[in-house]
């Protein structure tokens, strides 16, 4: 099939397709052309299709309704994507709504050739992956708590440890995106109460006062507004789990509610004189640090000491240097998938960039930069091309506090900012450094404007070990 496709070219400029056809027909494929999306889609619904090169702009239908629709009609065909010039976000919006690849205008024909050729040829291979695949067991669950690090390891312990247990509470602490919400899940899994609810709340999205009544529920006009009688959360989990994302921003005065449903399974309804006995598990989470907020008088320390039977640190990733590299890698290969590519692995400077920053947004972030990468990527190793300035030494790396909120950026460099005190050498690193922040670390941008060519550039930048 990487001999003779059969393509197919949605473009309504005449020229520029019959350009393409000539030069698609020279390898081989069989091509058609036609000007509109309703076009296309009849000859998707008639024909068989191997690939369509999909212009964004048409009239009438544009591409993406012309995506949508052609994913309905039959899901098989590599789309490739003609965005107008080179613009990131509508190649990222293409790529989500499942376009194999994207190509910028102006092109040469030569160029487009190639990537087609490689396209079907990554789609052979991944025919070929993905029967191996099914062959053997899916290896692992999609949401699973990854790494290896001594940390993880613990982690993964107190897990199993705690699901045996019937309905002791747990406390899980760690920064935004370390996967707390992760673990939560985990345990309820892993526990007998597996088949039954798992009800996740956020303590801090919801008003104060609708949050009393989402947990507890309400009886027929306990308040203004309460016209029926209204069961909460705790009812509705029963027999399951709760998890309290955010407790920290429980207020004090609900605090000694979840207090008596700990002690005793038991409470009542807004308005209600029955006890309700339930049998639930409360997993509690938070990225603030309860012992402080207890000593500010911001949290009681009774429920703080009844939720603490059981806690589980979740260390930010920085602190954990060894699963960074097999995180990304794990989201890579998710990547590979959801956006069809074949990336087979990362850079040994993108690597080491990886490995090096901060993290402050921790797992969540990596796994955002991943699927940024991937999209980004159109070969098969991810380069620090791929990856955001703020990874890049020099942009200043924030840090993020474990108890609270404030990043600051570290100092860039500690080269002496006045120009007389310092050496040609390290005005020239930090000019270089400037030019490039300035253009978003576009290289050949910066070669331009520094008056040399790029490859005097890419020795330099390796000579000050500037990545
Ligand atoms: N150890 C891990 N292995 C795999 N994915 C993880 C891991 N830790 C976090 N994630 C992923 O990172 C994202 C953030 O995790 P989440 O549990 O929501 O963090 P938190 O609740 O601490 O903010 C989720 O997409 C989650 O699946
Ligand atoms: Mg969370």
Not at 95 to 112: C, E, H, L, T, V
Not at 274 to 289: E, F, K, M, P, Y
Not at 399 to 413: E, G, K, M
Request: hydrophobic share 40%; glycine share 4%.
């Amino acid at each position: 099939m990487d001999r003779n496709a059969n393509i197919l070219i949605v473009e309504d400029d005449s020229t520029l397709s019959f350009g393409m056809k000539r030069a698609l027909e020279k390898d081989g494929h069989n091509v058609r052309t036609v000007e509109t999306g309703e076009k296309a889609l009849q000859v998707i619904n008639s024909q068989l299709i191997d690939l369509v090169l999909l212009d964004i702009r048409l009239p009438q239908m544009d591409g993406f309704e012309v995506l949508e629709r052609l994913k309905e009609i039959d899901p098989q065909p590599i789309v490739i994507m003609v965005t107008a010039f080179f613009d990131v976000p509508e190649a990222v919006k293409a790529i989500r709504a499942g376009a194999y690849d994207y190509f910028p205008k102006p092109f040469d024909n030569d160029a487009i050739r190639q990537k087609i050729r490689k396209a079907l040829e990554n789609l052979r291979l991944k025919q070929e992956v993905d029967i191996l695949k099914q062959q053997q067991k899916e290896k692992f669950p999609a949401n699973m708590l990854f790494g290896n690090s001594p940390e993880i390891r613990e982690v993964q312990k107190i897990i199993n440890l705690v699901a045996t247990t019937p309905r002791t509470s747990v406390l899980i602490q760690g920064e935004s995106g370390t996967g707390k919400e992760l673990v939560a899940d985990a345990i309820h899994n892993a526990s007998n109460r597996r088949d039954k609810p798992l009800i996740k709340i956020n303590c801090s999205a919801i008003p104060e006062q609708l949050l009393e009544s989402e947990l507890f529920g309400h009886e027929k006009g306990a308040f203004t507004d309460a016209k029926i009688t209204k069961k909460g959360i705790f009812e509705l989990a029963n027999s399951g789990t709760i998890f309290l994302d955010e407790i920290s921003s429980m207020k004090m005065a609900l605090q000694p509610k979840i207090l008596r449903v700990l002690e005793t399974q038991s409470f009542r309804r807004i308005g209600g004189t029955q006890d309700i006995n339930v049998d639930i598990r409360i997993i509690a989470a938070t990225n603030r640090d309860l012992e402080e907020m207890v000593r500010l008088g911001e949290f009681r320390e009774d429920l703080l000491y009844r939720l603490k039977v059981m806690v589980i640190d979740l260390p930010p990733l920085r602190n954990r240097e060894s699963d960074i590299l097999p995180l990304a890698k794990l989201f890579l290969e998710a990547n590979n998938k959801e956006f069809n590519k074949s990336i087979q692995k990362i850079s040994p400077e993108a690597e080491k960039l990886l490995s090096q920053y901060s993290w402050p947004g921790n797992v969540r972030e990596l796994k955002n930069v991943m699927e940024r990468a991937a999209i980004l990527c159109s070969g098969t190793i991810i380069t620090p091309d791929q990856l955001p300035l703020e990874l890049k030494p020099g942009k200043g790396k924030s840090i993020a506090f474990a108890s609270s909120a404030i990043s600051q950026p570290t100092p860039v460099t500690t080269v002496d900012t006045d120009s007389a005190n310092q050496s040609l050498e390290d005005m020239e690193k930090k000019h270089i450094i400037d030019v490039l922040n300035k253009h978003d670390g576009n290289k050949s941008k910066a070669a331009r404007i520094l008056n040399i060519s790029r490859s005097t550039l890419r020795e330099k930048l390796k000579a000050y070990g500037i990545s």
